[in-house]
């Protein structure tokens, strides 16, 4: 018996479409999931060997260095210069957070948790193991009644999709009409492409332009993993109201959920260091601006994708359809039902591949769209 019977794990129904492709004789190129393939910056991996001599339990709370270095961090690269320690508290990747959020909160029967109609499914796994009924709402308008936790994406996975500042301050207008939390996953924060977006990080739910000096039962939510290269080190955290984050660290020192130390140390050094995620941005950069055009002369058009790290794409048929496409091409992407009902003609395709790989798919791409 599984747990509050939750579904398949989704992306085993792709194994088949990924052998298929994989026996393209110029070999797979894979663009389904977003695990980054570059390299850890060495000043992080120098930063964790200098921290192993790791004896003792860490804090639930995160060290004072870690502490700081967030805070630091969202006055440096977030426009949120007013936080304090209190504030923020580290957590083992974002994924556990996202899928325990409901359950830490005291979430239960008769509660609501809205998650985006485009969505990465752990905003509904997590309700579900709460008990909680999961509803996809993108307008704040539509959020019911009995919602107690709002989530946000910005920008979105799969679609890209960025909450300007007008629009989060309309999304907070809501929550607090609701006496929900309103959490914001901004994990892609650093990945802006397209219009006002281009040229720095796009607005957190905790700028000061948005919550109008007021971070009651708000959260911004962050992670390491795409930004710094580290998903392999589980480095994240969350900030925003002290109260919320208060009640967090209480029930996450029951569940002995914390950091390694030596892993709290690197992501001190590495929210420290700019250089790095400017140089990992353009890689992205580089590389969506070699696969869009391909994807396009292709036959996709692509909707929203401006920012993150996906491009989300249609051919107008359905996603399977393409798939199936594309796995005779040797690519593997992402359909979009897998990100919810509402996009069943939708194909996420993702970034973190190869240099040598991305020009690949996109010289077949193009090939087969001649």
Not at 331 to 348: D, E, T, W
Request: net charge negative; proline share 8%; glycine share 10%.
């Amino acid at each position: 018996m599984g747990i509050r019977e939750l579904d398949d794990y989704p992306w085993d129904a792709v194994a088949p479409l990924k052998e298929r492709a994989a026996a393209h004789p110029g070999g797979l190129c894979d663009l389904s999931i977003g695990s980054p393939v570059d390299p850890t910056p060495q000043i992080v991996r120098d930063a964790l060997v200098a921290a192993t001599d790791a004896h003792a339990y860490p804090a639930t709370v995160g060290s004072p260095e870690l502490r700081e270095a967030i805070v630091g961090w969202y006055a440096r690269r977030r426009g949120v210069p007013d936080l304090e320690p209190r504030n923020v508290l580290p957590t083992i990747g974002s994924k556990e957070l996202v899928a325990l959020l409901p359950t830490l909160l005291g979430l239960g029967a008769g509660d609501v948790v809205v998650h985006p109609r485009a969505a990465y499914p752990t905003y509904e796994v997590g309700a579900v193991v709460a008990g909680a009924t999961p509803v996809a709402a993108d307008d704040p308008d539509e959020w019911p009644e009995g919602t107690r936790l709002v989530w946000i994406h910005t920008p979105g996975n799969p679609d890209g999709r960025v909450w300007g500042v007008d629009e989060l301050r309309r999304a907070v207008t809501r929550a607090r009409e609701l006496g929900a939390v309103l959490a914001s996953d901004e994990c892609y924060a650093e990945l802006g492409w397209e219009g006002e977006w281009a040229d720095g990080p796009v607005p957190s739910v905790l700028d000061p332009r948005v919550t109008g000096g007021r971070r009651s039962n708000l959260l911004s939510v962050y992670s390491l993993s795409k930004q710094s290269n580290l998903a392999g080190y589980r480095a994240a955290f969350v900030a925003g109201c002290a109260t919320v984050v208060g009640e967090l660290l209480k029930n996450r020192k029951h569940l002995g959920l914390m950091l390694p130390a030596p892993v709290q140390h690197a992501m001190a050094v590495a929210l420290a260091d700019d250089a790095h995620v400017a140089e990992q941005r353009e890689r992205y950069r580089a590389r969506r601006e070699v696969l869009k055009p391909a994807l396009e002369a292709a036959g996709f058009r692509i909707d929203r994708s401006e920012a993150g790290l996906y491009l989300w794409a249609t051919e107008g048929r359905d996603a399977w359809e393409s798939m199936d496409r594309l796995a005779d091409l040797g690519i593997l992407a992402g359909p979009g039902v897998f990100y919810g009902p509402h996009f069943p003609q939708h194909v996420r395709f993702s970034l973190t591949a190869t240099d040598d790989r991305i020009a690949e798919a996109a010289g077949r791409l193009r090939s087969s769209g001649a």
